[in-house]
């Protein structure tokens, strides 16, 4: 499997924002479920966000809702998360992952990591006060 690379984090005041990219050289990332999720030390990966594979609908953690945003070109294997608003305790570091099925209806997400098969090495982000 080709793994994914994100890239995007960085050092940023609260209140500040980042644009977090995910890409998958030389793969795809069409026709499946897209995640971000988040982890600090000592502590579980936790799921942050989900888009459909059409772009259509995306589900969100409520911690994070209103403030983050995510999307995907999938003409350029891309997805993409902007967070706004950026809060000390988003510190983490951020990983994307692909969904391990083709999933539909009311349950076409997933937000446990188990549920995801390819990941990238992680970018991190460090929000100060």
């Known amino acids: 499997q080709v793994q994914l690379v994100e890239s995007g984090g960085g050092l940023v005041q609260a209140g500040g924002s980042l644009r977090l990219s995910c890409a998958r050289p030389?793969?795809?990332?069409?026709?499946?479920?897209m995640g971000w999720f988040r982890q600090t030390p000592g502590k579980e990966r936790e799921f942050v966000a989900a888009i459909s594979w059409s772009a259509d609908i995306t589900y969100y953690r409520d911690s994070v809702k209103g403030r983050f945003t995510i999307s995907r070109e999938n003409a350029k294997n891309t997805v993409y998360l902007q967070m706004n608003s950026l809060k000390p305790e988003d510190t983490a570091v951020y990983y994307c992952?692909?969904?391990?099925?083709?999933?539909?209806?009311?349950?076409?997400?997933?937000?446990?990591?188990?549920?995801?098969?390819?990941w990238g090495q992680g970018t991190p982000v460090t929000v100060s006060s």
């Open positions: 030389g793969g795809t990332l069409s026709h499946i479920t």
């Open positions: 992952a692909r969904d391990r099925l083709l999933r539909g209806g009311s349950m076409w997400y997933a937000t446990q990591p188990n549920e995801y098969d390819l």
